[in-house]
């Protein structure tokens, strides 16, 4: 079992630069103490994201950092040119010594890609040809490539990543047949949902990695054991009381920065009652993917995650809606230091 971050860096009660300098440092700390990787979503126009482009962001986590491998999750492919992203990627990946994941995806939010003036309707084959340009510019000393979207001849590709062929690529889904054509493309997957139904996900994405581990066309031919991760929002305290009592209040911030596109766009003041994201009271009682509590209470939830859900990567959100920065390091080292070693046995 290994352990990664996963951050929005959404709006809360702060100057910019303050919620900055102060996520560098959880970071620098999440490096010390043993994180493999730090994910940063991509979002645009709304408060659940201060980063809209992770790009800036990491390069200056690149210098910050030592161990901590970083990425987004994910570029938001239908956004991009992919000739201009193979040479961010590139960048990024010697900036860090090599320490990149690349997270790709169409976008979730359908407002987001409107207001960039993006069909949603055509994001998803927009996003199947941006991969196939990128790989392709990767890993070759040109890049040639006529398509619907996206025109290339012969350009050259004086740009090349650190690893080879590539750094890792990444996907997040929770939808089985997506899992299994993410698994035949051998990308690392991060999930959600109840230990249960992240067992059956992880069941056929090893099975289908396994059957195509030989296909000529295969992503990430450099790793050997592949990542299937679960997601868990996280908020620890020194006692369950303590904890609720921040988290609650926290946790309704967040919920109205990552549903405000949303609502701006139905003409709702609030978010709507249930769905991915519900109330705190349906977030905690919703198949575990929100945790709070004291150190005791958080880890013994997650060490049964550990224990059966089939996954070998457990990536945490650490600072969200109006937790202060005192807060979420307090957090965190709890489950750096009395959390990660208990869960790590577990998975064995």
């Known amino acids: 079992m290994q352990f990664g971050f996963f951050d929005w860096i959404d709006t809360r009660p702060a100057p910019l630069s303050e919620i900055y300098e102060d996520r560098l440092k959880l970071i620098e700390f999440a490096d010390r103490a043993g994180?493999?990787?730090?994910?940063?979503?991509?979002?645009?126009?709304?408060?659940?994201?201060?980063?809209?482009?992770?790009?800036?962001?990491?390069?200056?986590?690149?210098?910050?950092?030592?161990?901590?491998?970083?990425?987004?999750?994910?570029?938001?492919?239908?956004?991009?040119?992919?000739?201009?992203?193979?040479?961010?990627?590139?960048?990024?990946?010697?900036?860090?010594?090599?320490?990149?994941?690349v997270g790709v995806g169409r976008g979730i939010v359908p407002f987001e890609l409107a207001f960039a003036g993006v069909d949603p309707n055509q994001a998803k084959t927009m996003f199947e040809e941006s991969l196939e340009t990128i790989v392709a510019g990767l890993t070759h000393d040109t890049l040639t490539h006529d398509g619907e979207f996206y025109h290339y001849r012969d350009v050259p590709m004086q740009m090349r990543p650190l690893q080879k062929p590539h750094p890792p690529f990444w996907y997040p889904t929770h939808a089985p047949e997506s899992v299994a054509t993410i698994a035949a493309r051998g990308m690392n997957v991060i999930s959600v949902g109840p230990d249960e139904r992240i067992r059956e996900l992880a069941e056929i994405y090893r099975e289908q990695w396994e059957k195509h581990r030989n296909d000529p066309d295969r992503l990430n031919t450099q790793v050997a054991t592949p990542f299937f991760g679960v997601t868990k929002q996280v908020f620890i305290a020194d006692s369950d009381s303590e904890a609720e009592r921040i988290a609650r209040p926290a946790y309704g911030a967040w919920r109205l920065n990552i549903t405000a596109l949303f609502r701006r766009v139905l003409g709702a003041?609030?978010?709507?009652?249930?769905?991915?994201?519900?109330?705190?009271?349906?977030?905690?009682?919703?198949?575990?993917?929100?945790?709070?509590?004291?150190?005791?209470?958080?880890?013994?939830?997650?060490?049964?995650?550990?224990?059966?859900?089939?996954?070998?990567?457990?990536?945490?959100?650490?600072?969200?809606?109006?937790?202060?920065?005192?807060?979420?390091?307090r957090s965190l080292e709890l489950f750096a230091t009395e959390i990660m070693p208990k869960v790590a046995q577990a998975a064995r």
């Not at 009271?281 to 997650?302: C, F, P």
């Open 35 to 101: 994180f493999y990787c730090y994910h940063l979503a991509e979002h645009h126009f709304g408060p659940i994201s201060n980063v809209p482009s992770p790009g800036l962001f990491l390069s200056a986590l690149a210098q910050r950092t030592r161990r901590i491998h970083f990425g987004p999750l994910c570029y938001m492919l239908p956004l991009y040119t992919p000739a201009r992203l193979i040479e961010e990627i590139c960048m990024l990946d010697h900036l860090s010594g090599g320490r990149l994941e």
């Open 269 to 329: 003041s609030e978010p709507p009652p249930g769905g991915m994201f519900g109330d705190y009271d349906s977030a905690i009682g919703g198949g575990g993917g929100l945790l709070v509590g004291s150190a005791q209470t958080v880890g013994e939830k997650l060490q049964q995650t550990a224990a059966t859900s089939g996954a070998n990567y457990m990536m945490c959100s650490f600072h969200w809606g109006s937790l202060t920065h005192a807060e979420a390091l």
